[in-house]
Protein backbone atom coordinates (compact mmCIF):
# COMPACT_ATOMS: atom_id res chain seq x y z
CA UNK A 1 0.00 0.00 0.00
CA UNK A 2 2.45 2.21 1.51
CA UNK A 3 4.85 2.56 -1.76
CA UNK A 4 1.92 2.17 -4.17
CA UNK A 5 1.42 6.08 -2.64
CA UNK A 6 5.32 6.40 -3.09
CA UNK A 7 5.51 5.73 -6.58
CA UNK A 8 2.43 7.54 -7.12
CA UNK A 9 3.52 10.63 -5.85
CA UNK A 10 7.13 10.13 -7.13
CA UNK A 11 5.21 10.01 -10.79
CA UNK A 12 3.15 13.38 -9.56
CA UNK A 13 6.74 15.05 -8.92
CA UNK A 14 7.86 14.08 -12.47
CA UNK A 15 4.82 15.00 -14.44
CA UNK A 16 4.88 18.53 -15.67
CA UNK A 17 4.31 21.54 -13.47
CA UNK A 18 0.76 22.50 -15.63
CA UNK A 19 -1.45 19.47 -15.57
CA UNK A 20 -4.93 19.23 -17.12
CA UNK A 21 -7.47 19.13 -14.56
CA UNK A 22 -8.96 16.50 -16.81
CA UNK A 23 -5.14 14.63 -16.09
CA UNK A 24 -6.04 15.21 -12.42
CA UNK A 25 -9.30 13.89 -12.40
CA UNK A 26 -8.07 10.73 -14.28
CA UNK A 27 -4.80 10.34 -12.30
CA UNK A 28 -7.09 10.74 -8.76
CA UNK A 29 -9.58 7.82 -10.15
CA UNK A 30 -6.54 6.04 -10.66
CA UNK A 31 -5.50 6.58 -7.47
CA UNK A 32 -8.61 5.67 -5.87
CA UNK A 33 -9.01 2.41 -7.85
CA UNK A 34 -5.68 1.46 -7.06
CA UNK A 35 -6.60 1.91 -3.44
CA UNK A 36 -9.46 0.26 -3.84
CA UNK A 37 -8.13 -2.91 -5.27
CA UNK A 38 -5.40 -3.22 -2.36
CA UNK A 39 -7.86 -2.78 0.67
CA UNK A 40 -10.41 -5.29 -1.15
CA UNK A 41 -7.71 -7.60 -1.58
CA UNK A 42 -6.80 -7.64 2.10
CA UNK A 43 -10.06 -8.68 3.30
CA UNK A 44 -10.41 -10.58 0.49
CA UNK A 45 -7.70 -13.22 0.44
CA UNK A 46 -7.66 -16.01 -2.88
CA UNK A 47 -8.79 -19.19 -1.82
CA UNK A 48 -6.13 -21.13 0.03
CA UNK A 49 -4.35 -23.22 -2.57
CA UNK A 50 -2.29 -26.41 -0.86
CA UNK A 51 0.68 -27.74 -2.99
CA UNK A 52 -0.08 -31.01 -4.06
CA UNK A 53 3.93 -32.11 -3.07
CA UNK A 54 2.69 -30.55 0.26
CA UNK A 55 -0.49 -32.88 0.72
CA UNK A 56 1.56 -35.97 0.41
CA UNK A 57 4.03 -34.87 3.41
CA UNK A 58 3.71 -37.79 6.73
CA UNK A 59 3.65 -36.97 9.85
CA UNK A 60 6.62 -38.14 10.91
CA UNK A 61 5.22 -38.46 14.24
CA UNK A 62 3.00 -41.62 15.64
CA UNK A 63 0.18 -41.01 17.20
CA UNK A 64 0.65 -43.62 19.66
CA UNK A 65 4.43 -42.42 20.57
CA UNK A 66 4.12 -39.20 20.37
CA UNK A 67 4.14 -36.77 23.86
CA UNK A 68 1.14 -34.53 23.34
CA UNK A 69 1.09 -32.82 27.09
CA UNK A 70 2.03 -29.59 26.28
CA UNK A 71 0.24 -29.65 23.10
CA UNK A 72 -3.30 -28.65 24.31
CA UNK A 73 -1.75 -26.09 26.04
CA UNK A 74 -0.28 -24.93 23.09
CA UNK A 75 -3.31 -24.82 20.67
CA UNK A 76 -5.51 -22.89 23.53
CA UNK A 77 -2.59 -20.74 23.72
CA UNK A 78 -2.39 -20.27 19.82
CA UNK A 79 -5.39 -21.48 18.34
CA UNK A 80 -8.75 -21.58 20.26
CA UNK A 81 -8.80 -17.59 20.55
CA UNK A 82 -10.28 -18.22 16.69
CA UNK A 83 -10.74 -22.10 16.58
CA UNK A 84 -12.19 -22.09 20.28
CA UNK A 85 -11.53 -24.54 23.49
CA UNK A 86 -12.88 -27.19 21.07
CA UNK A 87 -12.02 -26.82 18.24
CA UNK A 88 -15.47 -25.80 16.50
CA UNK A 89 -14.25 -22.78 14.97
CA UNK A 90 -16.24 -20.34 17.64
CA UNK A 91 -13.53 -18.61 19.47
CA UNK A 92 -13.99 -14.88 20.51
CA UNK A 93 -12.21 -13.68 17.32
CA UNK A 94 -12.75 -16.49 15.34
CA UNK A 95 -16.23 -15.20 14.80
CA UNK A 96 -15.93 -11.77 13.12
CA UNK A 97 -13.79 -13.51 9.74
CA UNK A 98 -15.06 -14.53 6.49
CA UNK A 99 -14.21 -17.18 5.78
CA UNK A 100 -14.77 -18.44 9.37
CA UNK A 101 -12.39 -20.85 10.93
CA UNK A 102 -13.65 -24.81 9.56
CA UNK A 103 -14.67 -26.72 12.51
CA UNK A 104 -12.16 -29.13 13.35
CA UNK A 105 -13.99 -31.23 15.01
CA UNK A 106 -16.68 -32.41 12.04
CA UNK A 107 -15.17 -35.71 11.43
CA UNK A 108 -16.46 -35.41 7.30
CA UNK A 109 -14.57 -32.48 6.49
CA UNK A 110 -11.13 -33.15 7.92
CA UNK A 111 -11.21 -37.08 6.80
CA UNK A 112 -11.05 -35.52 3.42
CA UNK A 113 -7.67 -33.34 4.47
CA UNK A 114 -4.19 -34.83 4.88
CA UNK A 115 -2.13 -34.36 7.75
CA UNK A 116 0.44 -32.98 5.03
CA UNK A 117 -2.50 -30.36 4.31
CA UNK A 118 -2.98 -29.17 7.53
CA UNK A 119 0.86 -29.21 8.33
CA UNK A 120 1.00 -26.59 5.57
CA UNK A 121 -1.95 -24.88 6.63
CA UNK A 122 -0.38 -24.08 10.31
CA UNK A 123 2.97 -23.33 8.58
CA UNK A 124 1.60 -21.20 6.08
CA UNK A 125 -1.14 -19.92 7.26
CA UNK A 126 -4.16 -17.74 5.57
CA UNK A 127 -4.91 -13.90 6.04
CA UNK A 128 -6.48 -13.57 9.05
CA UNK A 129 -5.00 -16.68 10.39
CA UNK A 130 -0.98 -16.23 10.87
CA UNK A 131 1.95 -18.49 9.99
CA UNK A 132 3.30 -20.27 12.50
CA UNK A 133 6.04 -21.41 10.29
CA UNK A 134 8.53 -19.19 12.26
CA UNK A 135 6.98 -19.35 15.83
CA UNK A 136 6.73 -23.10 16.38
CA UNK A 137 9.04 -25.77 15.87
CA UNK A 138 8.26 -28.32 13.47
CA UNK A 139 7.86 -31.00 15.64
CA UNK A 140 5.22 -28.82 17.52
CA UNK A 141 3.21 -27.99 14.59
CA UNK A 142 3.23 -31.96 13.79
CA UNK A 143 2.21 -32.29 17.46
CA UNK A 144 -0.64 -29.97 16.67
CA UNK A 145 -1.82 -31.68 13.40
CA UNK A 146 -2.01 -35.05 15.99
CA UNK A 147 -4.01 -32.97 18.33
CA UNK A 148 -6.20 -31.86 15.54
CA UNK A 149 -6.65 -35.69 14.48
CA UNK A 150 -7.58 -36.43 18.25
CA UNK A 151 -10.88 -33.35 18.34
CA UNK A 152 -12.51 -34.98 15.31
CA UNK A 153 -11.40 -38.75 16.14
CA UNK A 154 -10.33 -38.12 11.91
CA UNK A 155 -7.51 -40.21 10.43
CA UNK A 156 -4.98 -39.49 7.86
CA UNK A 157 -6.22 -39.74 4.51
CA UNK A 158 -3.42 -39.59 1.80
CA UNK A 159 -5.07 -37.37 -1.01
CA UNK A 160 -5.97 -39.36 -4.64
CA UNK A 161 -2.26 -38.87 -6.73
CA UNK A 162 -4.44 -37.41 -9.40
CA UNK A 163 -6.49 -34.68 -8.22
C1 LIG B 1 -6.42 -15.09 14.07
C2 LIG B 1 -7.28 -16.26 14.03
C3 LIG B 1 -6.64 -17.63 13.92
C4 LIG B 1 -5.64 -18.19 14.70
C5 LIG B 1 -4.89 -17.56 15.86
C6 LIG B 1 -5.45 -19.53 14.18
N1 LIG B 1 -6.28 -19.77 13.12
FE1 LIG B 1 -6.41 -21.47 12.04
N2 LIG B 1 -7.75 -20.59 10.79
C7 LIG B 1 -8.31 -19.34 10.97
C8 LIG B 1 -9.23 -19.06 9.87
C9 LIG B 1 -10.05 -17.78 9.69
C10 LIG B 1 -9.19 -20.19 9.03
C11 LIG B 1 -9.94 -20.37 7.73
C12 LIG B 1 -9.14 -19.66 6.66
C13 LIG B 1 -9.59 -19.98 5.26
O1 LIG B 1 -10.32 -20.96 5.06
O2 LIG B 1 -9.19 -19.24 4.36
C14 LIG B 1 -8.26 -21.14 9.66
C15 LIG B 1 -7.97 -22.41 9.15
C16 LIG B 1 -7.20 -23.37 9.79
C17 LIG B 1 -6.96 -24.70 9.32
C18 LIG B 1 -7.47 -25.28 8.01
C19 LIG B 1 -8.71 -26.07 8.24
C20 LIG B 1 -9.19 -26.65 6.96
O3 LIG B 1 -9.46 -27.83 6.95
O4 LIG B 1 -9.28 -25.94 5.96
C21 LIG B 1 -6.20 -25.35 10.24
C22 LIG B 1 -5.70 -26.78 10.19
C23 LIG B 1 -5.94 -24.40 11.29
N3 LIG B 1 -6.55 -23.21 10.99
C24 LIG B 1 -5.19 -24.68 12.42
C25 LIG B 1 -4.78 -23.72 13.33
C26 LIG B 1 -3.88 -23.99 14.43
C27 LIG B 1 -3.31 -25.35 14.79
C28 LIG B 1 -3.68 -22.79 15.05
C29 LIG B 1 -2.77 -22.50 16.24
C30 LIG B 1 -1.39 -22.91 16.14
C31 LIG B 1 -4.47 -21.78 14.36
N4 LIG B 1 -5.12 -22.38 13.32
C32 LIG B 1 -4.54 -20.44 14.71
C33 LIG B 1 -8.02 -18.46 11.98
C34 LIG B 1 -7.04 -18.63 12.93
Same mark, same amino acid.
Given at each position: ? /??????????????? %?????? *???? #??????? $???? $?? /??? #????????? =??????? *???????????????????? @?? =? @? +???????????????????????? $? $? +?? *?????? =??? /???? =???????? #? %?????????????? #?????? *???????????
Amino acid at each position: M /YSIVRTLSSAMTIMP %RRKSPV *NLVL #FVALLLV $AAGS $AV /YAY #FHPGPWIVP =EAAKHVV *NPLKASQADLSGTHKLYLDK @CA =E @C +HGDTGKGDGPQGRMYDPLPKDLTD $A $A +HM *NSVSDG =ELF /YKIS =EGHRPMPA #F %RKRLTEEQRWQLVL #FLRSLS *NSSSSVPAATK
